[in-house]
Each structure stands twice: as structure tokens, then as C-alpha cells.
């Protein structure tokens, strides 16, 4: 039999295809090998929080909030019973104003009229003291001739000293009564005045408490208590997601840990909005490894060391990436060095 010959342009089209796919497997294999343009990471969109809670203890009366509302700095959120503290501040009001009378009379000094009836009181004991010596001396002359007791001439002789005793006693309230109080004593006034005062503006200060503020912009995340729970500095009321400090928490592997630094510009993406791409950068790296945590979803082995990154987001997009929502971060390998001052921010805000 005669064998059959392949024809040659056959030949020519598999010897054609071969090359091609050869060079086609070297271009790949080559490209493979070429350094990665691009750093994708996965982590979590993470938001500051505020724990809000009254300062004082009482019962809620008030609540304005409720979760997912948007506050603003300075709005009222919840108040507390007022009865109790409006109480307790009329109580330290009336105490610093009476101590606030009696540091006035001490400093004021004697009044005239006091000073004027400490003097007729010298004068009346003057006069005492006069008559009871005159008829001390008249009866002590009696006796020798019997016209008098020795009795009676030493009853006046005690009354005379008696009076005497009361002048002087009448001259040193007279002195008093010029000098005016101690200086001991309104210095101690004083100091009594200090402390009602001061607790005057504890009582205040708790009154003014009782109001429940938003420090900052922000939502409303959770509402704790209710109209009628008992509040303390230790029981949050609110829990706060602040607008600004918006940023994805994630995790680069050590062997990329030389391709990012500080104020590389970055991109942000969700499942929820894949056509939107936030802008951000490189604000945190953390000086210390860790194991992958569970929550992180890598190609590499979960017990290879990571260390965490934060990205920033540049325009607040508080109603689209929410806390704990899953997020693609793209980091540019290109970025040149010396673009960026090192630790820069390049949305122009901190």
C-alpha cells in the first residue's frame, strides 16, 4: 500500500500554530514574572465613636435622638429630672447669701449707735463708781464713833469695788466697739463664704448636666437608655459615629510591608457601590506585627504576620460606607518617592 503523504501546507499551519503558542506561553510567563503596578488589600470601613453618657445621677426625662438620626455639635439629645437639683441650688443660693450678710456686718465694723451706747454705759458705771467710793469713805469715818456698823462700812467698801469693776468692764466694751470685729473673725467668714460659693457652683454645674449635648457632627448610632432609666457617668446613653476620621482598617502581609509608606494615595471600593472609588491614603501603619485576625480575608495564610494599615478616606461618606462594611483598597506601586513629603496627606486635611 502506498502510504499518504501529510500535505506541506499543513505542515506549515501546526509548525505556525506551535510557534505561536510558544511565544504566546514565554510572553505570559515573562509578564508573570514582571513586578506587580498595584497592591490590593482587604479590610473594613472603621469609624471613631463617642460613648455619651450624663454626668451626674438621675432619672431620664428626656430623650430627643433615636438611632440612625444625624446631630449636630452643641444639639440637645436628652435631659435629666431637674426637681432634685433645682432644689439643691436654691438650698446653696440661700446659704451664700446669708454668709454674704454676716462677712458685710463683720467688715462694716461696730455701728455708731453701738459705739454711742457703749459710751453711755462707760458713763452710767462712771457715775456707779463715784457715789459707791463717796459713801464707802463716809461711812468707814462713821465708825469710829459707833454711828455706823463695821458692817455697813464694809458693804460699801465691797460696793465701791463692784462698781469699780463694772467701769472698767464698760471701758473695754467701749473699746471693742471702736476696734470693730477681729480680723481672725472675717478672715474665717470669709473663708465659710469660699465654700458655700463653691458649693453653689457644684450645685449649678450639676443643674446645667442634666443637659445632654452632642459634642460633634455626627449619627446616632445606638440609643441605650429610655425616659425613665436611672443615668450615671458610667451608663452610656448614645453611642455617636463621628462624620470625620472615616477610614478602612486593613492588613498588609510582611513580604508587601516594603512596598507602602505613609501618605501613599490609595483607593477605596465596597460591593455595596462598586462603580464609586473613594479617594484616600496612607495615614497609619503599625509599628508592630500580628497574626492575620480571622475577620480578614487574604490569599495568604492566615497565620502569616500582618501588620495593620489605615486608610484614610478623603470626602466623608458617611452615609455610604458604614461602619464594619467590607472594603477593596488599591494602593499604587508607582507613586514616585519624592511626591509626597513622607507621612503627607495628600486630600489636604488631616
Known amino acids: 500500500m502506498e502510504q499518504r503523504r501529510i500535505p506541506r501546507v499543513v505542515l506549515l499551519v501546526l509548525a ?3 510557534i505561536v503558542g510558544l ?13 506587580p503596578t498595584e497592591l490590593v488589600l482587604y479590610g473594613n470601613v472603621d469609624i471613631r465613636q463617642v460613648e ?32 432634685r ?28 449707735e453701738e459705739i454711742r451706747q457703749a459710751k453711755s454705759a462707760v458713763q452710767a458705771a462712771e457715775a456707779d463708781a463715784n457715789i459707791a467710793e463717796r459713801t464707802a469713805r463716809r461711812l468707814a469715818s462713821l465708825v469710829a464713833s459707833s454711828a455706823v456698823s463695821r458692817q455697813q462700812a464694809d458693804e460699801a467698801a465691797a460696793s465701791a469695788k463692784l462698781t469699780k469693776a463694772r467701769l472698767q468692764e464698760a471701758r473695754e ?14 478672715a474665717a467668714a470669709k473663708a465659710t463664704l469660699q ?7 457644684l450645685a449649678e454645674k450639676q443643674l446645667t448636666d442634666a443637659n445632654l449635648y452632642a459634642p460633634v457632627d455626627g449619627i446616632i448610632q ?6 425613665g432609666d436611672m443615668a450615671s457617668p458610667s451608663r452610656p446613653v448614645y453611642t455617636v459615629a463621628l462624620d470625620e476620621s472615616l477610614w478602612v482598617r486593613t492588613y498588609v502581609s510582611v513580604p508587601d510591608l516594603g512596598k507602602v509608606r505613609l501618605g501613599m494615595a490609595a483607593l477605596v471600593s465596597t460591593d455595596s457601590y462598586p462603580a464609586k472609588r473613594y479617594r484616600g491614603w496612607v495615614g497609619y501603619i503599625s509599628p508592630t506585627s500580628e497574626f492575620t485576625p480571622k475577620a480578614v480575608e487574604t490569599t495568604e495564610v492566615r497565620t502569616s504576620l500582618v501588620h495593620q494599615l489605615r486608610v484614610y478616606i478623603c470626602d466623608g461618606q458617611g452615609d455610604e460606607l458604614r461602619l464594619g462594611m467590607p472594603a477593596t483598597v488599591s494602593i499604587p506601586l508607582t507613586q514616585a518617592d519624592s511626591s509626597r513629603p513622607l507621612g503627607a496627606n495628600p486630600c489636604g486635611k488631616q
Open 16 to 18: 505556525t500554530l506551535l
Open 23 to 35: 511565544a504566546s506561553w514565554f510572553w505570559g510567563l515573562m509578564r508573570s514574572h514582571k513586578a
Open 52 to 83: 455619651l453618657a450624663f454626668n451626674g445621677q438621675e432619672r431620664i426625662a428626656t430623650m430627643s435622638a433615636r438611632e440612625g438620626e444625624r446631630v449636630h455639635k452643641g444639639q440637645l439629645l436628652a435631659t435629666l429630672d431637674r426637681q
Open 85 to 112: 437639683l433645682e432644689y439643691t441650688v436654691a438650698q446653696a443660693k440661700a446659704q451664700a447669701a446669708a454668709q454674704q450678710e454676716i462677712v458685710a456686718r463683720l467688715e462694716a465694723g461696730s455701728r455708731p
Open 173 to 186: 466694751a467701749l473699746k471693742l466697739a471702736l476696734a470693730g470685729p477681729r480680723q481672725e473673725d472675717i
Open 195 to 201: 465654700a458655700y460659693e463653691a458649693a453653689l457652683g
Open 222 to 227: 445606638d440609643r441605650l437608655l429610655e425616659p
